[in-house]
């Protein structure tokens, strides 16, 4: 080794070293201490270096702070400690309830809470191992999430290395990960310049970007994240809060927000505080969290079946603004809903410019008695979706004309129908209405349907307008030289939206009556008709009297499907898709599986099992012949009770005389050759 490359590799780890620095001065601190021109120079030499040194690389060096251009798939893995969401509270009373709870499990014993801010973001979990960071899994569905290290990484307030001495070898970390209000407002304003459609809200924003497959993307988008919860076998402090604050000194952003109190009174000061100056924070918050802080405390506590004792989340009311009604336009829906938009005045609403609300329907409107020019009150349901909850009569102006609902489609002319006993308005021409073919299309490729993830909204909108598709058929005809760019410069990305939507025809039959989009068939009830009729030629064949004659088919939906496979555009269709090689029918290994010992048996599932997900045993019950259902009522076959399960549940079950059935003794019961209605 040279003198001029042992001088260049000690280089590199004394900017490593600074720039890690640098990084949790000025993203965490906010305390930078020196310019941002100099930090990208530092940056730029790193950069250099590390290209002329590849034997120095290094996952967590500050250079991959940029990210990459390369598409990763994620890949889930279990959480050691189950994710379990909160019991939400939007009264004092509850409150009260809850800390008059605590004491009485408690036996009497003085115990404090720790007060904090509830943001609202994306969970994540953080390990650490020697001060390292190892893994970022998102919170998925509480018992496994997805691999988002190489994303997290970007993340510029999250520390790669720790900066200080004291930490365990090993642990986890949890927090939120936030797109700062500002950061939210731009990149909105340039999806809406360059008429892509918006993120509902920051959340949505941050999310969203999480799980892109370009970590440069999500470094771009400039990512924030808050850390609340410090978790392993080597943590001895006792103290929540006291932890936490160990934590900043390691280098973690922990929230200013935050404060230890000992009565019930404190725990109103600090929700009355924070329910105004949260407004004047930079992130989005929706609520308070409140935490036993002793550890110990919290293991004697314990948990329900869906979330821990010792803590609670105090939701805000949502935000009232006034503003000026401008006028309606009307959304045309994939299923050719008729959604009615108010177009208002910009007015400030929970941290977001709100220029636009939902009014669902022609009854909605009545019920308000809308009039142009109205001076109207907005909420944001959950703090996500604007609303109008009012109208300011006395602001109207004399002569002011009454808001009428539309009588045809404002996309093709064609007049509206309102069928018996819905609310909704529909442009019943499903064959040439653009926005129903292109919602088809998007809700076809969607995760539950046919998972066609290489595709998304924009993609469909650029293939529609320039005529590759105009049916959910048509995707499967799609060739890449069509769609690889002027200069075949998207080749790779081409081949991949190829590759993946000819993947699809391996999709479940279930899933394919679910991906069709009959009108009022969800999710479950395609998984209905499709295991009690089996193929596509006798669902489409079905008569009233059939369809209705299962359990959760009712008249209306009966309705819909028939007059879906009466339309000749849609058998067209169907046909195409078997041509291309779709599941038309239940796969043998489904039909094997299948039985129907749980036949007419309603059952519900609570707690953490050992063997198989939630996910999984609803499948079982299903394939079995039986029903999820989600509450326990006298109409409950069973209970399938894992670990924790809820006492309010057990008191209920024993109350009701509901049997509960373990993990094990319902898998030895799907093995069993008998039936359990023998």
Not at 375 to 399: A, F, L, M, N
Request: glycine share 8%.
């Amino acid at each position: 080794m040279t003198e001029q490359d042992r001088t260049e590799q000690e280089r590199i780890l004394q900017l490593r070293k600074e720039l890690h620095r640098h990084n949790h001065d000025y993203y965490v601190l906010n305390q930078p201490t020196i310019s941002d021109y100099d930090f990208d120079m530092m940056m730029a030499e790193l950069q250099r270096l590390e290209k002329a040194h590849p034997e120095m690389a290094d996952p967590l060096s500050p250079s991959v702070r940029v990210g990459s251009d390369i598409n990763t798939e994620f890949r889930q893995v279990p959480h050691r400690y189950p994710m379990l969401s909160l019991a939400n509270t939007y009264n004092s009373q509850e409150v009260s309830e809850w800390y008059a709870q605590v004491s009485k499990l408690l036996g009497g014993e003085p115990f404090e809470v720790c007060c904090e801010l509830k943001y609202d973001g994306l969970s994540i979990s953080l390990t650490y191992v020697d001060g390292k960071l190892t893994q970022a899994v998102t919170r998925g569905d509480g018992v496994r999430g997805d691999d988002v290290t190489a994303n997290v990484k970007t993340i510029r307030s999250i520390p790669l290395v720790l900066s200080a001495q004291g930490y365990p070898h090993e642990f986890e970390i949890r927090g939120e990960i936030l797109m700062p209000w500002s950061v939210f407002e731009k990149l909105n304003a340039e999806r809406e310049a360059a008429e892509e459609p918006l993120f509902a809200n920051p959340r949505n924003a941050a999310s969203g970007t999480l799980k892109s497959q370009q970590s440069a993307t999500v470094a771009n988008r400039q990512l924030d994240a808050y850390l609340y919860y410090l978790l392993g076998d080597e943590i001895t402090g006792d103290g929540h809060y006291e932890n936490l604050m160990e934590a900043k000194r390691w280098g973690f952003k922990v929230s200013e927000g935050m404060r230890k109190v000992s009565t019930l009174q404190e725990i109103f000061d600090f929700i009355n505080y924070w329910d105004t100056e949260r407004k004047m924070l930079p992130v989005a918050t929706d609520g308070i969290v409140l935490k036993v802080n002793s550890l110990r405390q919290q293991r004697n506590l314990g948990y329900t079946a869906k979330s821990p004792r010792w803590a609670i989340a105090y939701k805000f009311k949502a935000e009232r603004a006034r503003t000026k009604l401008i006028s309606v336009s009307y959304q045309v829906g994939r299923t050719g809903a008729i959604t009615p938009v108010a177009n208002m005045e910009p007015v400030q609403l929970a941290g977001t410019v709100v220029r636009r609300a939902t009014l669902n329907n022609e009854d909605f409107i009545r019920s308000f008695d809308l009039h142009q020019g109205d001076y109207v009150y907005v909420e944001k349901g959950g703090e996500i979706i604007p609303k109008i909850v009012g109208v300011d009569t006395e602001s109207r102006q004399p002569g002011a004309s009454p808001i009428g609902f539309i009588h045809c489609c404002p996309e093709c002319g064609t007049p509206l129908v309102r069928y018996d006993g819905e609310a909704a308005h529909y442009c019943p021409n499903e064959v040439e209405c653009p926005p129903q073919i292109k919602g088809r299309i998007e809700h076809f490729i969607s995760r539950k349907a046919m998972n066609i993830d290489s595709l998304g909204p924009e993609t469909v909108a650029d293939y529609y307008r320039r005529g590759l598709i105009h049916d959910i058929a048509d995707l499967y005809a799609i060739r890449v030289d069509q769609i690889n760019g002027d200069g075949r410069n998207r080749q790779k990305s081409a081949e991949k939206i190829v590759t993946g939507i000819q993947s699809s025809v391996n999709v479940p039959f279930e899933r394919v009556v679910f991906a069709i989009g009959i009108r009022l068939v969800g999710e479950t009830s395609a998984k209905l008709l499709a295991r009690h009729f089996k193929t596509m030629d006798a669902l489409s064949h079905a008569t009233m009297d059939q369809l209705m004659s299962i359990d959760g088919i009712g008249e209306v939906m009966a309705k819909s499907v028939i007059s879906y496979f009466a339309e000749p555009k849609n058998q067209d269709i169907i046909q195409r898709l078997r041509g291309y090689g779709l599941q038309m029918q239940i796969s043998q290994e489904q039909m094997e599986g299948a039985s129907d010992k749980l036949k007419g048996l309603s059952i519900v599932i609570s707690g953490v099992f050992a063997h198989h997900s939630r996910d999984e045993y609803k499948t079982m019950i299903e394939t079995n012949g039986g029903k999820n259902v989600g509450s326990i009522s006298s109409k409950t076959s069973f209970i399938l009770a894992g670990d924790n399960m809820g006492p309010a549940k057990l008191q209920k079950a024993e109350k009701l005389g509901v049997k509960i059935m373990s993990e094990d003794e319902f898998l030895a019961l799907l093995q069993a050759n008998n039936d359990i209605n023998e």
